[in-house]
């Protein structure tokens, strides 16, 4: 596609149910992170993957996050047992290869999931 | 324990003059700082990088300067324009890893 879609663009669930948020990045982008924004903060890393490499995960709060890239393309991060400190904006970037050091990453428009 | 702080959450400028926009960082081990600009329901856009082994780098109204001693970068736009209003990030990366600032909201007031 022309740029990174993510879906849904707004979540809204209970506390204690699962989410899954889906991100396609733009075709060929072999680089592929998911951020976050919580109110009043800046972007929290959360994980990154890069070709076949396995994923750096170093960012995941919890081991309530996950997330899977399938195919080198769609990734999905699910979130078990939401939690109401999970709310915030969550955002997924792509890159080719490396290149996004230098000429920055393309980000989609992200989710913003509430959990009441 | 925040790696990269902007420590403006907000900076109003008049049409047609210069916006400067302040980063601080504390990891010596960046190479890559960027900036984004953010505008409300939308991702970040990339802006501007620049390379640890410069100290300025320019693209047309938006320069980005990086004193490596004071572990400071900073964006100034000119002239700044009503269409520059959002907010701007700054990044800092080393391995595969990008920090963002907390962000700096910019009015450019016509």
């Known amino acids: 596609g022309a740029g990174v879609s993510q879906s849904p663009s707004n979540k809204v669930t209970e506390k204690g149910k699962d989410v899954e948020l889906r991100c396609d990045p733009i075709s060929g982008h072999t680089a592929l992170y998911w951020y976050r924004q919580s109110l009043g903060q800046g972007l929290e890393f959360l994980i990154y993957?890069?070709?076949?490499?396995?994923?750096?995960k170093s960012g995941l709060p919890s081991d309530r996050f996950s997330a899977e890239r399938t195919g080198g393309s769609v990734s999905t991060l699910t979130i078990q047992r939401t939690q109401q400190e999970d709310s915030a904006v969550y955002l997924c970037?792509?890159?080719?290869?490396?290149?996004?050091?230098?000429?920055?990453?393309?980000f989609g428009s992200g989710t913003r999931l509430t959990v009441v | 324990d925040q790696q990269v702080k902007q420590n403006s959450p907000s900076l109003s400028v008049q049409e047609g003059r210069i916006s400067i926009l302040n980063c601080d960082y504390t990891?010596?081990?960046?190479?890559?700082f960027l900036w984004y600009k953010k505008y409300p329901a939308e991702g970040p856009t990339f802006l501007i990088s620049?390379?640890?082994?410069?100290d300025k780098n320019e693209d047309g109204r938006f320069t980005v300067f990086l004193n490596k001693s004071a572990k400071h970068l900073s964006l100034h736009i000119v002239p700044s324009q009503p269409g520059d209003s959002a907010v701007y990030f700054c990044a800092a990366s080393t391995g595969n890893q990008f920090y963002f600032g907390t962000g700096t909201s910019l009015t450019v007031i016509p």
């Open positions: 990891n010596s081990m960046f190479d890559y």
């Open positions: 970037a792509s890159s080719q290869t490396d290149r996004g050091r230098r000429y920055g990453y393309t």
């Open positions: 993957f890069q070709g076949n490499s396995a994923p750096d």
């Open positions: 620049i390379s640890s082994i410069k």
